[in-house]
């Protein structure tokens, strides 16, 4: 029993010493590390968290930086599938725009070519249009004519269109040498890019209605045929990518009204409401599509309205594009709501490429005084009354129409990457 007393009493002393030695130790080092790290501190301790999570990566970002190239497109792929690449804001980027130089696009009409007509400045051309919630793919021109190869590609409507045929030819020809471009030009009328390396056409047809125009020239009367499509119809069959537009020939008031008649089922109006004339001819317009295209090898897009700048954000010696959020146009919203209505009830799909909000913002992008009419340019004398001839309707090239182009190019980039061959209405 003593012995195991004094076996006990001695283990106990020594555990008591080192628990002793131990607390002392401890306060050493507290007091000696006080001026160097205050461990009890808020401050110290998310210093030390910190520290911990860049040196020791959790397993989340391990992952997502070991991702193969093959991976990270398939995420950046499936990120797309609800891209909006016509909700964004307008950067000032002078290193991604333009896409091309004007003075080696030969074919660019003077009526769009700024530069060469004078004007001063040239910070239009280095906007760049950026998604809000995705990435919006840059134009690639060797892309865009390899995914062409072997097709036609046709553009329908009225001089907003020939703006973006156009621009879609100068943006194909800088891709390619000009010895492989062959460029046919008939008075505004009809126009066609081709390149012979890649089989490809970019052909554009003048058709302000859609529909048929029939002017008696001998008694300077005109019919406005609603239910009958546009006579160049017939050369539009066939075509791989079809792409749409009208609208503003329908606004024309006074002397710059088109038809003295409408003719819808055989009978004669003078005065149809522009409204409902609009909207039969859109039907007729949507029927020649689903009876005439095939869905499988064709795409179809309707370009929405392409808006003017007069007013109060009148166009002339505008440098900067509008910043203004609540910006709204006043082009009328029935035309452009009968527009969607029509393309959402076809029966082949009909992808809408959604420009007027962007183009809304862009006051600075119109050619103004600097432009052409009747194929003669402004003079001087003319110059000097720019509320009389400045044009606030089309577009200076390089300018806004590119932006167009890259986000048709983008809208066939995104459909192939989802495995669509199309899309319909407003889902791009």
């Not at 205050?38 to 970002?61: E, G, K, Q, Y």
């Not at 060469?116 to 239009?124: E, F």
């Not at 709204?328 to 527009?339: A, C, D, L, M, S």
Request: proline fraction near 4%; charge should be neutral; glycine fraction near 6%.
């Amino acid at each position: 029993m003593d012995i195991g007393s004094t076996n006990i009493d001695s283990r106990w002393r020594i555990c008591t010493l080192a628990s002793f030695l131990g607390v002392v130790l401890l306060v050493l080092l507290l007091k000696q590390g006080h001026d160097s790290v205050d461990l009890s501190s808020p401050r110290s301790s998310a210093v030390l968290v910190a520290s911990s999570i860049d040196l020791f990566p959790s397993p989340t970002n391990q992952s997502s930086n070991s991702l193969s190239f093959k991976e990270s497109r398939e995420l950046e792929h499936e990120e797309q599938k609800g891209c909006d690449i016509f909700d964004g804001k307008w950067i000032y980027d002078p290193k991604a725009s333009p896409l091309y130089d004007g003075a080696q696009c030969p074919f660019l009409s003077n009526q769009v070519s700024c530069q060469k007509n004078g004007r001063p400045d040239s910070q239009y051309e280095r906007w760049s249009w950026e998604g809000n919630r995705c990435a919006i793919p840059r134009f690639n021109g060797t892309d865009m004519l390899e995914s062409l190869r072997g097709k036609r590609v046709i553009i329908v409507g009225d001089s907003l269109n020939r703006n973006q045929w156009e621009s879609l030819a100068c943006l194909l020809y800088s891709s390619i040498a000009s010895s492989d471009a062959h460029v046919e030009v008939r008075d505004g009328m009809y126009k066609v890019f081709r390149t012979k390396n890649y089989n490809c056409s970019v052909e554009f047809y003048w058709s302000p209605f859609l529909v048929q125009l029939e002017v008696d020239h001998a008694n300077g009367t005109s019919v406005l045929n609603l239910d009958k499509i546009c006579a160049s119809a017939k050369k539009w069959k066939g075509a791989n990518i079809m792409i749409f537009n009208t609208g503003h020939w329908w606004k024309h008031q006074g002397k710059f009204n088109t038809w003295n008649f409408v003719r819808y089922k055989q009978e004669l109006f003078q005065d149809m409401e522009t409204e409902l004339a609009f909207e039969i001819a859109m039907k007729t317009w949507a029927a020649w599509i689903d009876k005439s295209v095939n869905g499988t090898n064709t795409k179809v897009y309707f370009r929405s309205i392409s808006p003017e700048h007069q007013g109060k954000q009148w166009c002339h010696n505008q440098t900067q594009p509008i910043m203004d959020n609540s910006y709204q146009q006043t082009f009328p919203h029935i035309i452009r709501e009968i527009t969607e209505r029509t393309i959402e009830r076809t029966r082949i799909p009909v992808t809408y490429l959604n420009i007027t909000m962007l183009s809304e913002y862009r006051r600075d992008a119109h050619p103004t005084v600097y432009t052409s009419r009747g194929g003669k340019l402004l003079t001087a004398e003319e110059k000097r009354h720019p509320e009389v001839h400045a044009d606030c309707s089309h577009w200076c090239l390089p300018g806004l129409p590119d932006t167009w182009n890259r986000l048709l190019y983008a809208s066939l980039v995104l459909d192939s990457t989802r495995g669509s061959s199309s899309s319909s209405h407003l889902a791009v």
